[in-house]
């Protein structure tokens, strides 16, 4: 069980950078507030926050917010999204609530009657939908080809994000966008160019819902389009650091058969969104113990000049180094009465219990205090998954 009260630490973990990786997810998002929450009062604080889609609007809501404020900002931007729309439902809201505490299957039903009044009538501060449809769109002008305006989401972001902050560099802030004309991931990265609104908005462009963003003379896509989660970029940012970091994911790998064709779909969406987490970490441990086991090699290499002189060898000692990393994965684990909308439903409920799971489950996490000390294993990696745990 998780700890009622999370003790904080302190001392900061022995690791030159804590690193907290947020997936996209939509709606899901809130899992990740509830983890940085726990994190907070643990004493543990990133300083490089990294994040894909709804990742990177929780990540700019982090970074661009003095530590003592980022819990409250996340806090007001996620009951501004779960407002409900204006229309019926603020009115019966009270009994869709009641009717949610019976079986799991009334509880699908009303998940699904909140999903389709955020399809309707969008998310208060997030999205509203267009007066017209994108079927026709309006010549030159690339925002009518999307079926919701995010106006809404821009004004958000620059009242509850302090971009002069991002930019003094205090917390380091990377976001992941897939450009349009090219098809490849671009990271936007604070250490290396100035991060304004657009660069947030333009990692949750998911078309044909939300329409590209324009950065510079580019326009951009939904990061997840290409990779639902930063964590390449963090294992492979220059230079390498001894790394503690953070992997939330919303989407788990690993699931059961479906059974019909409302679980085939959640499937097939889980899986193309959960970025075969375990593959890419099982690969960068098998490529870190190869650099661990290459600088080994050099430091007993007896010609010094010629290690500096041969360009192979100069090549294999710039890529070899000793850093260690811990990997900590913080997974939500979907309940049996969501769908393959979860990410889309934006009621005040679901944010609530969504928050609470991300809570409980680093609060759980970080009661095995090996989590956050340096790794003794040979290839200098050590992974944890203990939000499955009872």
Same mark, same amino acid.
């Given at each position: 069980?998780?700890?009622?009260? *999370?003790?904080?630490? %302190? ?19 809130? @899992? ?10 643990? !004493? ?5 926050? =990294?994040?894909?889609? *709804? ?12 530590? $003592? ?27 869709? !609530? ?60 620059? $009242? ?32 290396? $160019? ?10 949750? =462009? ?20 290409? =990779? ?8 492979? %940012? ?60 050099? $430091? ?25 990393? !811990? ?31 991300? @809570? ?27 939000? !499955?745990?009872?």
């Amino acid at each position: 069980m998780a700890p009622s009260v *999370i003790a904080p630490v %302190t001392e900061r973990p022995p690791f030159a950078r804590i690193a907290l990786l947020l997936q996209g997810g939509g709606a899901l998002g809130a @899992y990740q507030a509830g983890v940085f929450q726990a994190l907070s009062q643990a !004493n543990i604080h990133p300083d490089c926050v =990294s994040g894909i889609s *709804i990742g990177a609007i929780n990540s700019a809501l982090i970074a661009g917010n003095p530590p $003592e404020r980022r819990v409250a900002a996340l806090r007001a931007f996620w009951e501004r999204i779960t407002e409900p729309p204006p229309g019926v439902l603020p009115l019966l809201t009270p009994l869709l !609530n009641l009717m949610a505490m019976g079986s799991d299957a009334l509880h699908r039903e009303v998940n699904r009657t909140y999903a389709m009044s955020n399809l309707l009538g969008g998310a208060p501060g997030f999205f509203v939908p267009r007066a017209t449809a994108p079927y026709i769109p309006i010549p030159g002008k690339l925002d009518s080809r999307s079926f919701y305006d995010v106006s809404p989401l821009r004004a958000t972001l620059e $009242e509850l994000v302090d971009f002069d902050r991002i930019n003094s560099k205090s917390v380091r802030l990377c976001i992941g966008a897939v450009n349009v004309r090219t098809g490849n991931m671009r990271y936007f990265d604070s250490d290396e $160019e100035h991060i304004t609104v657009d660069h947030i908005i333009a990692s949750g =462009s998911l078309p044909p819902g939300f329409p590209a963003t324009r950065v510079g003379d580019d326009y951009y896509w939904d990061g997840g389009l290409l =990779s639902n989660t930063p964590l390449e970029w963090v294992l492979e %940012t220059r230079p390498r650091k001894d790394t503690l970091a953070f992997q939330v994911d919303l989407w788990s790998a690993v699931g059961d058969l479906p059974e019909d064709l409302i679980g085939l779909d959640l499937r097939q969406k889980e899986i193309r969104f959960s970025s075969r987490t375990r593959a890419n970490t099982n690969q960068f441990k098998k490529m870190q113990r190869l650099r661990r086991a290459a600088r080994r090699v050099l $430091e007993c290499f007896p010609d010094k000049q010629l290690l500096a002189n041969d360009a192979d060898l100069a090549l294999l000692h710039s890529e070899s180094d000793d850093t260690v990393y !811990n990997i900590v994965h913080l997974i939500y684990r979907a309940k049996r009465y969501e769908t393959s909308s979860k990410d889309y439903q934006f009621s005040r409920p679901t944010m609530e219990e969504h928050w609470s799971a991300g @809570y409980r489950d680093t609060a759980r996490t970080l009661c095995h205090p090996e989590v956050l000390q340096r790794p003794s294993a040979e290839d200098g990696v050590a992974t944890y998954d203990l939000t !499955n745990e009872p």
